[in-house]
């Protein structure tokens, strides 16, 4: 699977979480092997959990797996990984991460790297597009996920 | 509530968990006038997750909360925390991270520093011989929720 195809499915994620009114995150993660391990989106408004981000939901919907299988692996993101799913790429040796956007938001993305973890941001503007109406519509929420507070997301503030 | 009345509750989660036949690992986060937000343990075992562990587990308790309600809060913890767990208290910009130890495992302690989250150490007998126990008894799980393919782990090992 490229690049784009991986994106891809986490894009599908992301719109789901949309279309359910939830945060428009999407992630899927990829053995090296090219096969698809598991795939998640933001559950925080439909399940009120504070640590399904989208990354962490893909690692959590693929299930117990061995250090094995998730070395080599990449994980698609829809956006640049927050503190806890940077955290989690890190703890599961994820060899790279592959990120839609971090116009909207910018994660630990040098942290990964400083701990080896390959990055590529492919600059989609179909994720950006989808964070920015999401922000703009609740802002409320997509604080609450990145544990803000009065940070001010729109086009003009960024 | 004082640092040994925050541990007690994580290790209460802790021991939980080990009768469960689960990763005896537990953590509890207080709010900083002292109201416990929320407890929890590892669910490695008992429901087949790859991101519930102790402190994920209890902000996953604690439910959907603004980002004011993390500010000064305390995560107890009874091990010292994974990338992952460091990210979480990281995103949530928890203040203070009081671990039961650290020699069994030594987590991301110096980043939740480097970040500005204060770190205490309480080097707890009881937490250090529940995880020696427990990863004597299952060292595959263990190694599986770390994501560590071939680390030993025992008493003379370390």
Redesign the interface.
Known sequence: MNDQEGLAIAIEEAKTSYKEGGVPIGAALVSRDGKLLGRGHNM?VQS?????HGE?SA??N???????A??GATMFTTLSP???????C????IGRVVIGENKTFLG?EAYLKQ?GVEVAVLENKECQDLMELFIKEKPEIW??D????ERVYSKEAK
Do not use: F
């Not at 009120?48 to 399904?52: P, R, V």
């Not at 990145?146 to 507070?149: A, K, T």
């Open positions: 925080r009120g959990s504070a640590i399904h962490t690692l959590y693929s299930g117990r797996l061995p250090a094995s998730y070395k927050c503190d806890m799913c940077t955290g989690a890190i703890l599961y040796g630990g701990r604080n609450e990145i544990g803000e507070e």
